[in-house]
């Protein structure tokens, strides 16, 4: 049942406001914000990407470490749109990315910074 439920709300991710859902999961337990950042697999890519680098630096280990899976996964199948980030989402992830980069480990933070810039 419970996966039927995640299929549901995959299947209507562009009805949510993302950052609010974040916000909100924000004030929740950890597990809560893992299985957001699970939900928003269905974002578009560069917008999916700004929550993972959101989840890196969360207070709690346990959601750092599955942003750190996502974060993988993201990189490992990244390249199978083009649709290259908007001037606004370069700059959101740029900013994402600063913030996230003390958490990363370097290569990861190299390969996103080069996907940035030159998709």
């Not at 995959?10 to 597990?31: E, F, I, N, Q, V």
């Not at 630096?57 to 749109?81: G, H, I, K, Q, Y």
């Not at 370069?90 to 990315?97: D, E």
Request: charged share 25%.
């Amino acid at each position: 049942m419970r996966i039927r439920h995640r299929s549901n709300l995959h299947s209507r991710t562009k009805l949510l406001d993302p950052a609010g859902l974040w916000a909100a999961a924000s004030t929740r337990p950890g597990y809560v914000r893992v299985r957001v950042l699970q939900v928003f697999r269905s974002l578009g890519k560069w917008r999916h990407l700004e929550f993972i680098l959101s989840g890196a630096v969360d207070p709690e280990a346990a959601v750092r470490d599955v942003a750190l899976r996502e974060l993988e996964m993201w990189l490992a199948c990244f390249n199978r749109s083009f649709a290259a980030p908007t001037e606004g989402e370069r700059a959101a992830l740029q900013a994402f990315l600063a913030r996230a980069r003390p958490a990363l480990p370097a290569a990861f933070s190299r390969e996103i910074d080069f996907v940035v810039r030159v998709t």
